[in-house]
């Protein structure tokens, strides 16, 4: 008796035809993840450039003497707000540019979305000066070094406000690294040196502790900024607020507190200070245009370009683990 072959499923692929699609998708995934990787370098290296930048900027413009009269700038609310105009610009652009076209932007949301907003770039807003004059009593990279100690104010802030817990690892790791960097920071290289020469001119060991003081109010007011937006995050379901919106009203928001203020302050000149210390020194109108472009672009790259990108640098970040 001669069996019949029974016939191959009229669906079936033919092997062949499958191993070629399998080595396809196998490409295209290769493809896929070699694209995430450069967008990956690309904003990693747009982040350094545009702060690194902006940091050599922020020095000059607030610790050079300009002119043959060696004078300082001092208007700290004035360079924030042509910093904040120009990252909200930049923002609502790439805001509008990675928007859906069915759907048009909304900078702010909702009503309690928008408040918590309004508080996040009033404490955005109040950081920045107390950070300005604590340079007039301590060094540039005193300053930048007590800012890598951020961790330290936002990890108390989510303890003690939002009753957040963590790992016990993670708190080793801000212990040591806001160590590191106080020790780095307070530890004199020449301890003879310094002790006479801090004799000789007498306060000036208390204008650096009264600097370190302003610092640290900079960094509280810092701490509760990132953790309100974290807040804002985690509470908010996915796609009602994105990192270019966020950025948009948060600079929108402190632009218009700080122009309010220069303008509508009656005790305060620091606007016309400004205005007249440019004409007179135009070098630093240049300085701070750059100033604030580097700002703007930096938050672009960590808002916008970081946020849109998460999901894609998580496989990134796997594949190279592996």
Known sequence: MVRRKNPPPKNAKDPIVAVAESVAHK??????????IFQLIICVGGIYASFLTWALLQERITTTPYGADKKIFRSPLVLNTVQS??????????FSYSSSADQPPRVFPN??????????????????????????????ITYILAKSCKL???????????????PLYKYAVVF???????????Y????????????????EEKNVVYGMLLLGVNLLFDGLTNTIQDDIFSCTPKGIVSG????????TISSVLTIGYL??????TELNDALAFVQEHPKIGMDIMGFAVCGGLGQVFICGFSFQTTYTFQSVIKLIAK
């Open 111 to 140: 009503l309690s979305i928008s408040l918590r907003l309004l508080l996040v770039a009033l404490t955005q807003s109040l950081a920045s000066p107390f950070g300005y004059a604590s340079l007039q009593h301590i060094d540039y």
């Open 152 to 166: 330290l104010p936002v990890m108390f802030l989510h303890i003690t406000i939002f009753r957040r817990r963590y």
């Open 176 to 186: 040591l690294v806001t160590a590191g960097v106080a020790i780095f920071t307070l």
């Open 188 to 203: 004199p290289a020449h301890p003879k040196k310094l002790k006479k020469s801090t004799s000789s001119t007498g306060g």
């Open 85 to 94: 105009l120009f990252a909200a610009l930049t923002g609502y652009v790439y």
């Open 27 to 36: 490409a295209e995934d290769s493809k896929d993840h070699g694209s995430s």
């Open 244 to 251: 270019p919106q966020m950025m948009t009203a948060l600079n």
């Open 263 to 268: 303008l509508l302050n009656p005790w305060s």
